[in-house]
């Protein structure tokens, strides 16, 4: 038990030394006058907009959980998946490194009386669907809009779906044989597709978002390039290498609007306002979770 703390803490320690280090990097690159005039002139209206768009992401996301479980026939209600994202997306941002969030799900899962594999394959799956719409919503707008990108980096996206399917098809293959059928029941068509497109969805939420933040910064980018440049930034946010993807979220950001001749101030401030969501969104799991320990 000591040794899986000592790790946690261990790996904590290194994603809170790249954040500071990544941070410390823009810093440096970033002129501060500049950051506060984009700043200055923020429009509340196009930021509420992406406020209401965060906790509609968390929402939709919920669904799809709750739409996995249930084909395991668990009778727990919609606002048991959305309470129980929302308290593991705080533990997630405000604990990174020491407490899972997708471990807390998983329990509270199993405490509602669903075993403990059907619960780790539902949030392993969910983790995966994710992952999914990101690359399916790249595949197709780096074909239509992608240019500006490297030709390295558009290709390790479409390999990296390549592989992403070749994968899903291996371990699905390899499971039929060897994993109690009902186990894998959230991978029946019907199901599987539904939750395979409210991926792409959330995205397209998530994508919105920071449409609208750009919007209350005023930001002279096109939509297509939003297109582009944000999934790949939450590709890379996800990465589990600084704390709540600060800093690889506005160095991703600013280096590819530098690509198309943009300020580094306009990915930092897009990536700055972009966390502002997280902590929004944080706020009620902390509230939910405190009421959950009261009980």
């Known amino acids: 038990m000591r040794k899986a703390k000592k790790k946690s803490l261990l790996f904590f320690l290194i994603r809170l030394g790249i954040t500071c280090t990544l941070l410390y990097f823009l810093y440096q690159k970033t002129d501060l006058q500049k ?28 669904f799809r959980w709750q739409l996995i479980c249930k084909s395991w026939n668990i009778s727990e209600r919609f606002f048991f998946f959305y309470k129980t994202y929302l308290i593991s997306f705080t533990f997630n941002t405000a604990f990174p490194g020491i407490v899972g969030g997708d471990l807390l799900r998983v329990y509270y899962l199993t405490k509602a009386g669903l075993d403990w594999k059907k619960a780790t394959f539902s949030v392993f799956l969910d983790r995966a669907l994710g992952l999914a719409g990101i690359l399916t919503i790249l595949v197709v707008v780096t074909f239509f809009f992608g240019g500006f990108l ?14 992403g399917f070749i994968a899903f098809l291996g371990i699905f293959y390899y499971n039929m044989k060897s994993t109690p059928k009902e186990l894998l029941n959230p991978l029946k068509p019907a199901i599987f597709l539904k939750a395979y497109f409210l991926g792409i969805f959330v995205q397209l939420i998530f994508l919105g978002e920071f449409i609208f933040l750009g919007k209350a910064l005023s930001l002279p980018v096109p939509l297509k390039y939003y297109l582009v440049i944000i999934p790949i930034v939450s590709f890379l946010s996800a990465l589990p290498i600084s704390i709540s993807g600060l800093g690889v979220r506005e160095g991703s950001l600013s280096f590819f609007f530098s690509l198309l001749k943009y300020p580094l101030e306009y990915g930092i401030s897009l990536g700055l306002l972009g966390y502002t969501l997280i902590l929004i969104g ?14």
């Open 282 to 295: 944080s706020t009620p799991g902390i509230y939910l979770y405190l009421k959950e320990r009261k009980k």
């Open 35 to 62: 950051l506060k005039e984009v700043f200055k002139h923020l429009k509340i209206f196009y930021y509420g907009v992406a406020v209401l768009l965060c906790f509609l992401f968390q929402a939709v996301l919920s």
């Open 150 to 163: 490297p030709v390295r980096l558009l290709w390790f996206i479409r390999i990296l779906f390549l592989l």
